[in-house]
């Protein structure tokens, strides 16, 4: 069983709003999730965790616009970003790690394969 993949990238106007979902095998039910971008040429980037019990962390550019959640029933994490700008063009990437402890890419034990996020202006 895949322990995570996720969904809902696409293209969007700046300004606009796209929800990506994470959804995770009973191996990671109890792990912090995180979500992490790529964009050409940079280097991986943390974004947003949530923890087991639901509490949050959010990378400074993107507070206020995106909001991380856990349906624990659903077996799924998900990232609503909002006011979406050109920046945050990337592929999208969760990940599960026991604990929320950084952002380093290393700490993280389990890896979805990506969901490609693109706003155009």
């Known amino acids: 069983q895949v322990p995570l993949v996720e969904s809902g990238g696409g293209s969007v106007q700046a300004g606009g709003s796209l929800r990506l979902s994470c959804a995770y095998g009973k191996t990671v039910s109890t792990y912090c999730v995180a979500w992490f971008r790529q964009a050409p040429g940079k280097e991986r980037e943390g974004v947003a965790t949530i923890g087991s019990r639901a509490g949050t962390g959010y990378t400074d550019s993107v507070k206020g616009r995106f909001t991380i959640s856990r349906d624990n029933p659903e077996n799924t994490v998900y990232l609503q970003m909002n006011s979406l700008i050109t920046e945050d063009t990337a592929m999208y990437y969760c990940?599960?790690?026991?604990?929320?402890?950084?952002?380093?890419?290393?700490?993280?034990?389990?890896w979805g394969q990506g969901t490609q996020v693109t706003v155009y202006s």
């Open positions: 990940a599960a790690a026991r604990f929320c402890r950084n952002w380093l890419p290393d700490s993280y034990d389990y």
